[in-house]
């Protein structure tokens, strides 16, 4: 029996390194043809004219990203210490499990919403005749990266043990010099992880930005400009390009970028949590 | 005690996140359900798409998905719960499995589109299963694998070590233990878990893109070897392909409305699974 519990376990490390396989052979066929440095150094994505450079479409992913950061890390973690030391026990016991539930939306399902209720919106503020850009996109990820923020840097928070309140109480402190000078300094690590895991979250999501940035393949010139991030240029490409084509090729080398950016991010997160696990 | 300003100020602050965070889930669910919900009937639920999809049900791509999440149920549990176990009561704390877990943590990670990827080259291409039911239904359940196994191992470590010391020293063996009296004990929690990775599986609409989604089909049998319709590549295809955009909105309204209504119907009934069924060992 041992040993079929042990496949399955090797079965993941298989599907991680099968995965990094078929983005590295490809990429490498694609860089046979294009050489790396221009792929990583130029702004123009035309493969009908040959021309392959990434960073376009990498600043439409990280404004897209950072934007949703911008409205998300303030929002959530402020959520995060409403909830674990302003709140009332019902107001937590409804919040909470609501604020987990976000989490299962499906992404097309947010996407629609940036259709039909973001856009409008910014259309009607920012008098502007195209919703569809860089800002919906942000707010829409926001919201997706808003439950983990939350949940994981509410954890931290509540690690916090509570002898370290008490001994700030009876110095004196009242409720918000604690949390600015104890708590929150104390639970630092956790929300930084937060943060990064949210952010991964954000920079990983196809469905809402292929349906709410507008899709423009020019370099962002701000917020409100239509924006093609790396994964939705994927999603649109995939599907019209002729399998093995340097183009075909191409699509998987912005991939590989992806995911050393989500990789990136993700171990770093890691990294944090199991420092502060030694901790505790 | 200083003044009470400092402490309202800061404290009216963090209220108004979470008020902001309340008013965003409450408008998002609103919306949908009360603009959704009044497209929403049983015909609506029954009916193939019919004209061009501007008119008829969305009966094809609810069979579609249901069809997916069945395969990758099938893939991914089996897999996914042996793998638990493994780690969980067969596994040494030593390298490997340290190799093991890191990969788990970062397979949870890896970018959606990116499975979209892997399927299309690995079983669309590799394995000649072609734009398929199969293709994605393998592909889905290579996602769900880390989620499986998260959940899996974490509803196996409530049940407390005194249970297995005691029947291994009753002379049971490792696999004794785990089938009859770990994997009883943690059924509940699995299910949980179960449920959430499928529900989470059942809206993904990247890896669905490239390895078998379709647009529309005109009947509704189902094949493995076929493309299929499912219910988030509707919506998508709904919003952002079709022409007759008026037209087709209520049907869109109609499909987001049943796909956050299925979560929330799944996430409730994994959240009364674990209030209701999963003991609290008490040490």
């Known amino acids: 029996m041992r040993v079929i519990f042990q496949v399955s376990g090797f079965f993941c490390i298989a599907v991680l390194g099968g995965i990094l396989l078929m983005l590295m052979i490809n990429s490498i066929a694609f860089f046979a043809d294009i050489p790396p440095i221009t792929f990583l150094s130029t702004t123009e994505w035309q493969p009908e004219y040959g021309k392959y450079g990434i960073l376009t479409l990498l600043a439409g992913t990280l404004l897209v990203t950072t934007g949703a950061m911008v409205i998300a890390v303030p929002l959530g973690i402020g959520t995060a210490l409403y909830l674990s030391e302003y709140a009332r026990p019902w107001v937590k016991n409804v919040l909470k499990p609501a604020v987990e539930m976000l989490a299962a939306v499906p992404s097309v399902v947010v996407g629609f919403i940036g259709i039909v209720v973001v856009s409008p919106v910014i259309m009607s503020f920012a008098k502007i005749p195209n919703g569809l850009n860089a800002l919906n996109g942000a707010v829409l990820l926001a919201i997706m990266a808003l439950p983990t923020i939350i949940t994981v840097s509410e954890d931290a928070i509540r690690a916090v043990p509570h002898m370290f309140r008490e001994a700030s109480y009876g110095l004196g402190a009242n409720r918000w010099t604690t949390l600015q000078k104890v708590v929150v300094p104390a639970a630092y690590p956790g929300i930084i992880a937060a943060v990064m895991l949210g952010m991964g979250r954000a920079l990983g999501e196809t469905m809402t930005v292929l349906m709410a940035t507008g899709n423009a393949i020019a370099f962002p010139k701000g917020i409100f400009s239509p924006v093609r991030t790396i994964t939705a240029n994927i999603a649109i490409e995939m599907g019209e390009v002729p399998f093995f084509s340097t183009h075909y090729y191409g699509l998987f080398a912005t991939a590989l970028i992806l995911f050393i950016i989500s990789f990136a991010v993700n171990f770093t997160a890691e990294k944090i949590t199991a420092h502060i696990r030694r901790f505790q | 005690m200083k003044t009470n300003f400092t402490e309202i100020i800061p404290q009216t602050l963090l209220l108004l996140c979470a008020l902001i965070m309340a008013a965003l889930l409450i408008s998002l669910a609103g919306y949908l359900l009360l603009k959704g919900g009044a497209v929403l009937s049983l015909s609506f639920l029954t009916n193939i798409p019919t004209n061009g999809m501007t008119a008829g049900g969305i009966f094809t791509p609810i069979m579609g998905t249901v069809a997916l999440t069945l ?174 955009i008026e037209q087709v909105q209520p049907l869109a309204l109609g499909t987001a409305c049943v796909l956050l209504l299925l979560v929330l119907l799944l996430n409730t009934a994994a959240i009364t699974i674990r209030r209701k069924y999963v003991k609290q060992y008490q040490p």
């Open chain 2, 71 to 244: 395969i990758t149920a099938l893939v991914s549990l089996p897999v996914g719960i042996g793998a638990a176990v493994y780690l969980s009561e067969y596994a040494a704390d030593n390298r490997l499995t340290q190799i093991i877990r890191a990969a788990i943590r970062n397979l949870a990670g890896v970018p959606s589109i990116i499975f979209g990827l892997f399927g299309l080259t690995l079983f669309v291409q590799g394995l000649g299963l072609g734009s398929s039911l199969m293709a994605s239904g393998l592909t889905l359940g290579l996602l769900s694998l880390p989620y499986v196994i998260t959940t899996t191992e974490e509803a196996m470590r409530t049940v407390p070590q005194l249970m297995r010391e005691s029947a291994l020293a009753l002379g049971a063996t490792r696999w004794e233990v785990t089938r009859d009296i770990i994997l009883p004990a943690a059924t509940p929690g699995i299910a949980t878990g179960a449920i959430l990775s499928l529900s989470r599986a059942a809206g993904e609409t990247a890896p669905i893109l490239f390895t078998g989604a379709t647009f529309y089909l005109s009947g509704s049998s189902i094949g493995l070897k076929d493309e299929f319709m499912a219910l988030p590549y509707h919506l998508y295809m709904l919003v952002t392909q079709h022409q007759a």
